[in-house]
């Protein structure tokens, strides 16, 4: 690529993130990755364009209940490679895209696992403003574990449940509790029907990722029970459609990729509702401008029960 090179600097992630003083081990993170990107050139960026929006008119399997099966496969395959002691067992294969979505527009990574270290750093800096200084964080829909890895290494008192409808995922978890000491359990569980036996200890935090978008429409009843188990804060790194300017092309793209997966729809302008009537406060939502090649998944939305919410 004959176009301009650039790295991931404090400044740079001080945008994705929009706050001028991002969570130190975040830029620790970032300065040991060193992630450097190309710029597409105007040809190359228009031929990314069309092959994104080639990719939309291909038949892509939605997400729903109906996809339980294929996660329950692909934790599976982690598991037979953390057993055989494989590195980077538990990356997910959807973090490992070459071209990807930075600051609107299109980039060419550099630097190998690019989306994931950057996706790291992302959640350093959320868990260090919100999770700090609770006991508990409960992740829902923790796939492979590698949030709850992060949160064990940097806050090694913490309690952590991780939440999945994955048979797997709760054995790789066990396998890392066993391996790490980390103070880390795993729990079937279902977002579609949350089982209201499970009650979230007092003053925990929550955390989804990549987890919510599997939901599509259908976030009712997961939105329902967060409200009754009133937790300290809830955390989420999940595409948002409403972020996106159908009227930008470069949106246009992955909110119809959006739409064709039938990724999360309407959660956001629920919480704004519930925080138009002060049910719920809402922290943060910041649109961090990153994602794969076809979508953003890395927006930040933050919120909080308010007591007695639930009326």
Same mark, same amino acid.
């Given at each position: ?72 496969? +692909?934790?599976?395959?982690? &598991?037979? #490679? @953390? !057993? /055989?002691?494989? *590195? $980077? ?53 923790? +796939?492979?574990?590698?949030? &709850?890895? #992060? @949160? !064990? /290494?940097?806050? *090694? $008192? ?154």
């Amino acid at each position: 690529l004959a176009t301009a090179s650039g790295v991931v600097d404090a400044a740079l992630f001080s945008q994705l993130v929009g706050d001028q003083q991002p969570d130190p081990q975040a830029l620790a993170s970032l300065a040991a990755a060193e992630l450097r990107f190309a710029e597409l050139d105007q040809a190359e960026h228009a031929a990314a364009l069309a092959r994104a929006a080639a990719v939309n008119q291909t038949e892509l399997r939605p997400s729903g209940p109906h996809r339980a099966d294929d996660w329950e496969r +692909g934790w599976a395959e982690n &598991l037979q #490679l @953390l !057993a /055989a002691g494989a *590195p $980077d067992a538990l990356v997910p294969k959807y973090n490992r895209h070459e071209v990807l979505r930075l600051a609107g527009r299109y980039v060419q990574a550099l630097t190998p696992q690019f989306e994931y270290q950057l996706y790291t750093a992302l959640r350093h800096h959320w868990f260090g403003r919100w999770f700090g200084d609770l006991t508990h964080v409960v992740e829902f829909g923790c +796939g492979t574990g590698t949030s &709850l890895e #992060l @949160l !064990a /290494a940097r806050f *090694p $008192d913490l309690e952590l449940l991780g939440l999945d409808w994955a048979s797997s995922s709760q054995q790789i978890l066990a396998q890392l509790a066993a391996r790490t000491g980390a103070r880390l359990a795993g729990r079937r569980f279902d977002m579609f029907h949350p089982d209201p036996t499970l009650q979230l200890p007092a003053g925990a935090g929550v955390f989804t990722s990549a987890a919510l978008e599997q939901l599509g429409a259908d976030h009712g009843p997961l939105l329902d029970y967060l409200l009754r188990q009133q937790p300290a804060v809830v955390v989420h790194l999940e595409p948002i459609l409403e972020r996106y300017d159908p009227a930008e092309p470069f949106d246009a793209v992955a909110r119809d990729y959006h739409l064709r997966r039938n990724y999360l729809r309407g959660y956001l302008p629920a919480l704004q509702r519930l925080a138009a009537q002060r049910r719920i406060e809402l922290l943060a939502v910041q649109r961090s401008g990153f994602g794969s090649f076809h979508h953003e998944g890395y927006t930040a939305v933050v919120w909080r029960p308010r007591r007695g919410g639930t009326a």
